[in-house]
Every structure is written in structure tokens, then in C-alpha cells.
């Protein structure tokens, strides 16, 4: 499989997850977490990249 299908694949199946998930909880937000994800795919999914991805959108949403 292509890189970009692959990429193209998991990203709608973690955005329906993440929508499903935040329906049954509607307190949370799920442009955050959206955002959260992506960031953390973008800077390389290891853990230095989840330490970056989560300040940077507890910030974002604190500031939102």
C-alpha cells in the first residue's frame, strides 16, 4: 500500500473513532484532540514527539 493511502486510511478511521467517542462524551473537545493527534503524527509518533503534541495542545486549548 501507498504511504499516502496509508496515511489518507488511518486518518479517517482515528477521525470516526474520535467522533463516535465524542459524542457519548460531549464535555470533551474533539477539535483538540483532532489537532492532538495530527500534531503528533506530524513530528514523528515517538515519545519526544507526544511530550511536543501534548503542551502544545493543552496550551491550544487553554488558550481557546
Do not use: N
Not at 483532532?34 to 503524527?41: P, R, V, Y
Not at 506530524?42 to 501534548?54: F, H, I, P, R, T
Amino acid at each position: 500500500m501507498p504511504q499516502l493511502y496509508a496515511f489518507a486510511l488511518a486518518g479517517s478511521v482515528v477521525a470516526s473513532l474520535a467522533s463516535w467517542l465524542f459524542l457519548e462524551f460531549p464535555g470533551l473537545l474533539l477539535w483538540a484532540a483532532f489537532i492532538g493527534w495530527a500534531s503528533f503524527s506530524q513530528a514523528g509518533g515517538d515519545s519526544a514527539a507526544l511530550k511536543k503534541s501534548v503542551a502544545c495542545t493543552v496550551f491550544g486549548a487553554l488558550i481557546a
